[in-house]
T-cell receptor, first 114, second 115 residues
Framework: NAGVTQTPKFRVLKTGQSMTLLCAQD?????MYWYRQDPGMGLRLIHY???????AKGEVPDGYNVSRLKKQNFLLGLESAAPSQTSVYFC?????????????FGQGTRLTVV | KQEVTQIPAALSVPEGENLVLNCSFT??????LQWFRQDPGKGLTSLLL?????REQTSGRLNASLDKSSGRSTLYIAASQPGDSATYLC??????????????FGTGTRLQVTL
């Protein structure tokens, strides 16, 4: 059972390059999230989606774009990477509705922008 | 704005010791609170979820308590083992609707259990 899968796991970019991070979940979850984790700052929400075709901004959305064309996939794009975007990125998913359900996380993508 | 604080930031204990990790939050209007474990270079693994109506949850050697009115949760680990070494994160889910259940995380407690 795969759960939440992120690709790639590691990436080094040069300043100004673009890339897309892919998150895939096989649990039929409605909600999906992208977080970044930086030392001393905890996890911060970048963007999220409450269903196929919907996206919304989180706490730190600048410099990122997202798309949710299929329910199982949530893509995070960096159009012009900056060193400040060096971080570990985590994707998470959760069933929809107001039930007391857990969030499940992927293994993370470690991105370095030089 | 909800803020979540975890104290201490780091903790080192000898094997076999019982220990308590603390999590505090500023807005008591939460739906639930979740404790996670993160191993170095890995993702987050859910340990326990406490609903706002509950006082505690138990799983094996782990016990999490919740005092919503005072904005506190504790994670109690009994008879610690070296394999418990990891970073422990708590996260709260807001109680108001329309928030898409966005979790707010603490910065974590890094635990090392020594032989």
């Amino acid at each position: 059972n795969a759960g939440v899968t992120q690709t790639p796991k590691f990436r080094v970019l040069k300043t100004g390059q673009s890339m897309t991070l892919l998150c895939a979940q096989d649990m039929n979850h409605e909600y999906m999230y992208w977080y970044r984790q930086d030392p001393g700052m905890g996890l911060r929400l970048i963007h999220y989606s409450v269903g196929e075709g919907t996206t919304a901004k989180g706490e730190v959305p600048d410099g990122y774009n997202v798309s949710r064309l299929k329910k199982q996939n949530f893509l995070l794009g960096l159009e012009s990477a900056a060193p400040s975007q060096t971080s570990v990125y985590f994707c998470a998913s959760r069933p929809g509705g107001q039930g007391n359900t857990e969030a499940f996380f992927g293994q993370g993508t470690r991105l370095t922008v030089v | 704005k909800q803020e979540v604080t975890q104290i201490p930031a780091a903790l080192s204990v000898p094997e076999g010791e019982n220990l308590v990790l603390n999590c505090s939050f500023t807005d008591s209007a939460i739906y639930n609170l979740q404790w996670f474990r993160q191993d170095p270079g890995k993702g987050l693994t859910s340990l326990l979820l406490i609903q706002s109506s509950q006082r505690e949850q138990t799983s094996g050697r782990l016990n999490a308590s919740l005092d919503k009115s005072s904005g506190r949760s504790t994670l109690y680990i009994a008879a610690s083992q070296p394999g418990d070494s990891a970073t422990y994160l708590c996260a709260v889910r807001p109680g108001n609707t329309g928030t898409a259940s966005k979790l707010t995380f603490g910065t974590g407690t890094r635990l090392q259990v020594t032989l």
